[in-house]
Nanobody, 124 residues
Framework: QVQLVESGGGLVQAGGSLRLSCAAS????????MGWFRQAPGKDREFVAA????????YYADSVKGRFTISRDNAKKTLYLQMNSLKPEDTAVYYC?????????????????WGQGTQVTVSS
């Protein structure tokens, strides 16, 4: 069992930056690949970024590539998402998730554990 708690969301102007954190507790954090997803009102949950257990493999959605950076600190059991050059279309609830494997990392169904989400709102 892994418990995940996101933080760091908020309201920011377009072009600004935010850093999301996801604190894990329970079973060994380093056993899990981790991902960030987001869901805007009226839309499906979509993949944002994923990172393997040791950070050796990283994937990004095309929509955030070059603007967002995923990282993890296994000693602190924390996952991060640095978001720069934010756009209004980045507005969504952002979720972190844990996956025992590192297979179809863009698919939400692959992930076993989810946080409660943190709201990110980007104003134009």
């Amino acid at each position: 069992q892994v418990q995940l708690v996101e933080s760091g969301g908020g309201l920011v102007q377009a072009g600004g930056s935010l850093r999301l954190s996801c604190a894990a507790s329970g079973r060994s954090f380093s056993d899990y690949a981790m991902g960030w997803f987001r869901q805007a009102p009226g839309k499906d949950r979509e993949f944002v970024a994923a990172i393997s257990w040791n950070g050796g493999r990283i994937y990004y959605a095309d929509s955030v590539k070059g603007r967002f950076t995923i990282s993890r600190d296994n000693a602190k059991k924390t996952l991060y998402l640095q978001m720069n050059s934010l756009k209004p279309e980045d507005t969504a609830v952002y979720y972190c998730a844990a996956d025992r494997n590192f297979g179809l990392v863009t698919m939400a169904v692959e992930y076993e554990y989810w946080g409660q989400g943190t709201q990110v709102t980007v104003s134009s």
